[in-house]
T-cell receptor, first 115, second 111 residues
C-alpha cells in the first residue's frame, strides 16, 4: 500500500509564474489536507478537502492560491503569480476518516523555490 | 491567542542518555495533542495522540504524557536512529479540521 505521493519533490519557479503541486492520497483515503512549512516555522494548515469539495480553507491566502480534489485524479494545490514569500515546503496529508480523525498520513512534501 | 511552544529547539544526547522534550500549550479548548516525528526531507510521521490530563502512551523508547498545560515526550536510552525533529500539535475543540503545530525539537543522538 503506497503512502501519500506528492510530486514534484522540488519545483523552481520565477516570480509571476504558476506552481501546481500534486498529491495522491493513500488508497482508500478520501480526506486530504494541505500544510505549508516555512523556514524556522511550524507547519501551518492551509486547506481541507474531500472528494470534489472544499471543506475548510481558513488557512489559505485569499488571493493567488486555490485547491481542488476532483472525483478522479490527485488533489492539486495551485499558486498563481508566485512571489518569493511563497518559497516553502508544502505537505499533503490524507486520512480515511474526516475530522476529528486522529491520525494523518503525510507525504514527503514539495519544496517550492521562487527565484 | 492559541499558542504551542516546544523546548528545547535543539537537543544533543549521547547514545543511552535519557531525556525529555517539552510541549507547552495555551489554547481555548484542547481536543487532542499529537506527537509526530519528522526526518530530513520527509513528511511528519504519527507517533501518539493524547486526549486527557494524566494520559500516557508508549512506543518502544518513547513515552508521551499530558497535563493540563503541557506534554512531555520522554526518550529512554536513545539510539542514533532516534535522531529527528519531534513535532507537537494540538487539535482544538472549535477547529477540529486542522492541527496547530509547534516548531519542533531537533534531536541528535551521538553514538
Amino acid at each position: 500500500n503506497a503512502g501519500v505521493m506528492q510530486n514534484p519533490r522540488h519545483l523552481v519557479r520565477r516570480r509571476g509564474q504558476e506552481a501546481r503541486l500534486r498529491c495522491s492520497p493513500m488508497k482508500g483515503h478520501s480526506h486530504v489536507y494541505w500544510y505549508r512549512q516555512l523556514p524556522e516555522e511550524g507547519l501551518k494548515f492551509m486547506v481541507y478537502l474531500q472528494k470534489e469539495n472544499i471543506i475548510d480553507e481558513s488557512g489559505m491566502p485569499k488571493e493567488r492560491f486555490s485547491a481542488e480534489f476532483p472525483k478522479e485524479g490527485p488533489s492539486i494545490l495551485r499558486i498563481q503569480q508566485v512571489v518569493r514569500g511563497d518559497s516553502a515546503a508544502y505537505f499533503c496529508a490524507s486520512s480515511p476518516l474526516g475530522p476529528p480523525e486522529e491520525k494523518l498520513f503525510f507525504g514527503s512534501g514539495t519544496q517550492l523555490s521562487v527565484l | 491567542e492559541d499558542q504551542v511552544t516546544q523546548s528545547p529547539e535543539a537537543l544533543r544526547l549521547q547514545e543511552g542518555e535519557s531525556s525529555s522534550l517539552n510541549c507547552s500549550y495555551t489554547v481555548s479548548g484542547l481536543r487532542g495533542l499529537f506527537w509526530y516525528r519528522q526526518d530530513p526531507g520527509k513528511g511528519p510521521e504519527f507517533l501518539f495522540t493524547l486526549y486527557s490530563a494524566g494520559e500516557e502512551k508508549e512506543k518502544e523508547r518513547l513515552k508521551a504524557t499530558l497535563t493540563k498545560k503541557e506534554s512531555f515526550l520522554h526518550i529512554t536510552a536513545p539510539k542514533p536512529e532516534d535522531s529527528a525533529t519531534y513535532l507537537c500539535a494540538v487539535q482544538l475543540q472549535t477547529g477540529a479540521n486542522n492541527l496547530f503545530f509547534g516548531t519542533g525539537t531537533r534531536l541528535t543522538v551521538i553514538p
